[in-house]
Protein backbone atom coordinates (compact mmCIF):
# COMPACT_ATOMS: atom_id res chain seq x y z
CA UNK A 1 0.00 0.00 0.00
CA UNK A 2 1.62 3.57 -0.96
CA UNK A 3 2.30 5.73 1.57
CA UNK A 4 2.01 9.63 0.98
CA UNK A 5 3.76 12.25 3.45
CA UNK A 6 2.37 16.14 3.46
CA UNK A 7 5.59 17.99 3.33
CA UNK A 8 5.10 21.72 3.19
CA UNK A 9 8.58 22.65 4.06
CA UNK A 10 11.72 21.32 3.82
CA UNK A 11 13.42 24.04 5.68
CA UNK A 12 11.26 22.53 8.98
CA UNK A 13 13.32 19.07 8.52
CA UNK A 14 16.55 21.06 8.55
CA UNK A 15 15.04 23.12 11.37
CA UNK A 16 14.42 19.39 13.28
CA UNK A 17 17.63 18.04 12.74
CA UNK A 18 19.41 21.03 14.08
CA UNK A 19 17.32 20.77 17.35
CA UNK A 20 17.59 16.64 17.18
CA UNK A 21 21.44 17.54 17.25
CA UNK A 22 21.42 19.77 19.67
CA UNK A 23 19.56 17.96 22.00
CA UNK A 24 21.54 14.89 21.48
CA UNK A 25 24.64 17.10 22.37
CA UNK A 26 23.01 17.82 25.16
CA UNK A 27 21.88 14.91 26.76
CA UNK A 28 25.25 13.57 26.17
CA UNK A 29 26.78 15.81 27.69
CA UNK A 30 24.23 15.50 30.89
CA UNK A 31 25.30 11.73 31.15
CA UNK A 32 28.65 12.22 30.71
CA UNK A 33 28.77 14.62 34.19
CA UNK A 34 25.95 12.55 35.68
CA UNK A 35 28.65 9.63 35.21
CA UNK A 36 31.30 11.71 36.24
CA UNK A 37 29.58 12.92 39.24
CA UNK A 38 28.74 9.18 40.23
CA UNK A 39 32.00 8.36 40.35
CA UNK A 40 33.34 11.22 42.29
CA UNK A 41 31.02 10.70 44.66
CA UNK A 42 31.57 6.81 45.13
CA UNK A 43 35.74 7.20 45.67
CA UNK A 44 34.79 10.02 48.09
CA UNK A 45 32.47 8.00 50.37
CA UNK A 46 34.51 4.71 49.79
CA UNK A 47 38.02 5.81 49.92
CA UNK A 48 38.13 9.30 51.45
CA UNK A 49 35.59 9.21 54.16
CA UNK A 50 36.16 5.81 54.98
CA UNK A 51 39.69 5.51 54.82
CA UNK A 52 39.66 8.98 56.78
CA UNK A 53 37.63 8.13 59.61
CA UNK A 54 39.42 4.60 59.85
CA UNK A 55 42.67 6.02 60.04
CA UNK A 56 40.65 8.63 63.37
CA UNK A 57 39.63 5.59 65.07
CA UNK A 58 43.02 4.35 65.06
CA UNK A 59 44.74 7.98 66.18
CA UNK A 60 41.62 8.62 68.79
CA UNK A 61 42.08 4.89 70.18
CA UNK A 62 46.29 6.04 70.79
CA UNK A 63 45.01 9.44 72.48
CA UNK A 64 42.91 8.01 74.92
CA UNK A 65 45.46 5.55 75.72
CA UNK A 66 47.51 8.29 76.36
CA UNK A 67 44.93 10.30 78.36
CA UNK A 68 44.27 6.81 80.78
CA UNK A 69 47.61 6.61 81.15
CA UNK A 70 48.17 10.32 82.57
CA UNK A 71 45.36 10.46 84.47
CA UNK A 72 47.01 7.08 86.12
CA UNK A 73 50.60 8.70 86.68
CA UNK A 74 48.66 11.56 88.05
CA UNK A 75 46.58 9.62 90.77
CA UNK A 76 50.03 7.92 91.44
CA UNK A 77 51.93 10.87 91.72
CA UNK A 78 49.51 11.95 94.33
CA UNK A 79 49.07 8.74 96.37
CA UNK A 80 49.41 9.68 100.20
CA UNK A 81 48.02 12.99 99.53
CA UNK A 82 44.89 14.22 101.15
CA UNK A 83 43.62 16.25 97.74
CA UNK A 84 44.46 14.63 94.99
CA UNK A 85 43.95 16.97 91.74
CA UNK A 86 43.58 14.65 88.78
CA UNK A 87 40.62 16.70 87.16
CA UNK A 88 42.18 18.28 84.11
CA UNK A 89 43.58 14.58 83.65
CA UNK A 90 39.49 13.20 83.89
CA UNK A 91 37.99 15.60 81.68
CA UNK A 92 41.06 14.91 79.11
CA UNK A 93 40.10 11.63 78.74
CA UNK A 94 36.67 12.38 78.50
CA UNK A 95 37.38 14.30 75.30
CA UNK A 96 39.46 11.74 74.08
CA UNK A 97 36.88 9.15 74.71
CA UNK A 98 33.47 11.00 72.73
CA UNK A 99 35.67 12.01 70.12
CA UNK A 100 36.98 7.99 69.37
CA UNK A 101 32.69 7.52 69.44
CA UNK A 102 32.47 10.03 66.96
CA UNK A 103 35.34 8.83 64.77
CA UNK A 104 33.67 4.99 65.22
CA UNK A 105 30.16 6.83 63.98
CA UNK A 106 31.38 7.91 61.11
CA UNK A 107 32.90 4.72 60.39
CA UNK A 108 29.96 2.62 60.51
CA UNK A 109 28.00 5.41 58.49
CA UNK A 110 29.58 5.40 55.80
CA UNK A 111 29.53 2.13 55.40
CA UNK A 112 26.05 1.44 55.63
CA UNK A 113 25.55 4.32 53.29
CA UNK A 114 27.79 2.82 50.82
CA UNK A 115 26.09 -0.14 49.55
CA UNK A 116 23.03 2.69 49.54
CA UNK A 117 24.76 4.32 47.16
CA UNK A 118 25.96 1.56 44.80
CA UNK A 119 22.14 0.61 44.81
CA UNK A 120 21.22 4.39 43.83
CA UNK A 121 23.83 3.89 40.78
CA UNK A 122 22.68 0.40 39.52
CA UNK A 123 19.00 2.03 39.51
CA UNK A 124 20.35 5.16 37.41
CA UNK A 125 21.93 3.09 35.35
CA UNK A 126 19.26 0.85 34.11
CA UNK A 127 16.93 3.91 33.66
CA UNK A 128 19.46 6.20 31.74
CA UNK A 129 21.37 3.01 29.78
CA UNK A 130 18.52 3.28 26.94
CA UNK A 131 18.84 7.06 26.45
CA UNK A 132 22.34 6.59 26.04
CA UNK A 133 22.06 3.54 23.79
CA UNK A 134 19.43 5.75 21.38
CA UNK A 135 22.06 8.39 21.57
CA UNK A 136 24.27 6.10 19.72
CA UNK A 137 22.51 4.15 17.63
CA UNK A 138 18.99 4.98 17.07
CA UNK A 139 19.76 8.42 16.86
CA UNK A 140 22.24 8.13 14.23
CA UNK A 141 20.16 6.14 11.99
CA UNK A 142 17.45 8.91 12.28
CA UNK A 143 19.91 11.62 11.66
CA UNK A 144 20.56 9.71 8.47
CA UNK A 145 16.89 8.93 7.45
CA UNK A 146 16.81 12.49 7.89
CA UNK A 147 19.24 13.25 5.38
CA UNK A 148 17.85 10.68 3.12
CA UNK A 149 14.11 12.38 3.23
CA UNK A 150 15.74 16.08 2.64
CA UNK A 151 17.81 14.35 -0.62
CA UNK A 152 14.86 12.87 -1.39
CA UNK A 153 12.56 15.69 -1.70
CA UNK A 154 15.30 18.15 -3.36
CA UNK A 155 15.56 15.78 -5.92
CA UNK A 156 11.52 15.54 -5.94
CA UNK A 157 11.31 19.61 -6.32
CA UNK A 158 14.66 19.47 -9.12
CA UNK A 159 12.28 17.58 -11.50
CA UNK A 160 10.75 19.49 -14.41
CA UNK A 161 6.86 19.30 -14.13
CA UNK A 162 5.93 17.48 -17.57
CA UNK A 163 4.55 20.04 -20.24
CA UNK A 164 0.92 19.66 -22.56
CA UNK A 165 1.80 19.18 -26.02
CA UNK A 166 0.15 22.07 -27.84
CA UNK A 167 -2.04 20.93 -30.76
CA UNK A 168 -2.24 24.10 -33.88
CA UNK A 169 -5.38 25.67 -34.07
CA UNK A 170 -7.70 24.75 -37.05
CA UNK A 171 -7.48 27.13 -39.55
CA UNK A 172 -10.50 29.59 -41.54
CA UNK A 173 -11.48 28.32 -44.69
CA UNK A 174 -12.20 30.57 -47.77
CA UNK A 175 -15.93 31.47 -47.07
CA UNK A 176 -14.67 32.04 -42.97
CA UNK A 177 -15.50 29.25 -41.46
CA UNK A 178 -12.95 26.84 -40.51
CA UNK A 179 -11.54 23.89 -42.56
CA UNK A 180 -12.44 19.95 -42.20
CA UNK A 181 -9.63 18.04 -41.54
CA UNK A 182 -9.79 14.73 -43.96
CA UNK A 183 -11.45 11.84 -42.47
CA UNK A 184 -9.16 8.97 -42.22
CA UNK A 185 -9.55 5.91 -44.15
CA UNK A 186 -11.57 2.62 -43.33
CA UNK A 187 -8.68 1.29 -42.21
CA UNK A 188 -6.80 3.63 -40.47
CA UNK A 189 -4.27 4.68 -43.85
CA UNK A 190 -4.06 7.84 -45.45
CA UNK A 191 -7.28 9.99 -45.36
CA UNK A 192 -10.33 9.32 -48.12
CA UNK A 193 -10.18 11.97 -50.67
CA UNK A 194 -13.39 13.07 -52.75
CA UNK A 195 -14.31 11.52 -55.62
CA UNK A 196 -13.79 13.92 -58.75
CA UNK A 197 -16.84 14.27 -60.77
CA UNK A 198 -16.60 12.91 -64.37
CA UNK A 199 -15.51 15.02 -66.89
CA UNK A 200 -18.59 16.50 -68.94
CA UNK A 201 -18.57 15.69 -72.57
CA UNK A 202 -17.39 16.89 -75.55
CA UNK A 203 -19.77 19.21 -77.83
CA UNK A 204 -18.74 20.32 -81.37
CA UNK A 205 -20.57 23.53 -81.73
CA UNK A 206 -23.68 22.35 -79.87
CA UNK A 207 -24.92 24.05 -77.19
CA UNK A 208 -25.20 21.44 -73.96
CA UNK A 209 -28.41 19.96 -73.54
CA UNK A 210 -29.86 20.93 -77.52
CA UNK A 211 -31.11 18.10 -79.86
CA UNK A 212 -28.52 17.29 -82.28
CA UNK A 213 -29.47 19.34 -85.93
CA UNK A 214 -30.57 17.44 -89.11
CA UNK A 215 -28.01 16.87 -91.85
CA UNK A 216 -28.04 17.99 -94.94
CA UNK A 217 -28.91 15.45 -98.06
CA UNK A 218 -25.89 14.74 -100.10
CA UNK A 219 -26.31 16.73 -103.51
CA UNK A 220 -25.30 14.40 -105.87
CA UNK A 221 -27.50 12.17 -103.96
CA UNK A 222 -31.39 11.19 -104.66
CA UNK A 223 -34.06 13.73 -104.48
CA UNK A 224 -36.88 12.67 -102.28
Do not use: C
Not at 125 to 142: E, I, K
Request: proline share 9%.
Amino acid sequence: MSQSANVRSIGAIHDFKVALANFAEDARNALTGTEMELRRTRNWLQREQLSYWQTQVKRRNEQVAMARTELHRRRLSQQGSDAISDTEQKENLRAAVRRLEEAEHKVALVKKWVPILEHAISEYHSAAQPLGDRLTGALVNSMTLLDRMVASLESYLAVAPPTTPAFPEPSAGPSGSAATAPRPGANGDAPETPAEAPPAPETSGAVAGAPPEETAPNAGGPQP
